[in-house]
């Protein structure tokens, strides 16, 4: 519920360590005690984001929501810009969240690594239904694009 560059270090040979875990649950059990959601807008799944654009209660952590941010998270890794042209106002942030689709890389002007765009696309997807089925399907996913579009 909190995936975003800072807390992310990468160190020697690409090592990748998560920090924070304040805000984290173990998904398959529900809290005792229902506490607000954390993290930064531009890397929030679009159900919780319609829900708060809603007025509505927020959602609790799923893991396709993860996926999201996870694959919001490696795009603006990959491309140094997030996947939508956000608006910094928070209505129009959390309609663009549940609404706007992914900008191409082509439109970001990034036109290497052709196989892992469609990957990170289906991450994004704005229906949780259309993700990949778990994190360990985007990732094994992920890697055959990369793998694919270094020709091995």
Known sequence: G??????????NQH????????????L?????IEKGRSGVSFFLEPEF?????RGG???????KGEQYALAALIYFL????????FIVEKSAMLR???EDQMISFSRQGFETLPAVEP???????KKPEDRFSSVEDFASAWDHAGAASRGI
């Open 49 to 53: 984001a319609a829900a708060v654009h």
């Open 119 to 125: 990957v990170l696309r289906k991450a994004l997807s």
């Open 57 to 63: 209660r927020a959602p609790l952590t799923t893991a």
């Open 96 to 98: 663009q969240i549940a």
């Open 78 to 85: 990959l491309i140094g810009r997030h996947y939508v042209d």
């Open 15 to 26: 090592s990748i360590k998560i920090l924070d875990f304040g805000s984290a649950r173990i």
């Open 2 to 11: 909190d995936v975003h560059p800072r807390n992310v270090l990468i160190g």
């Open 28 to 32: 398959e059990r529900q809290p005792r």
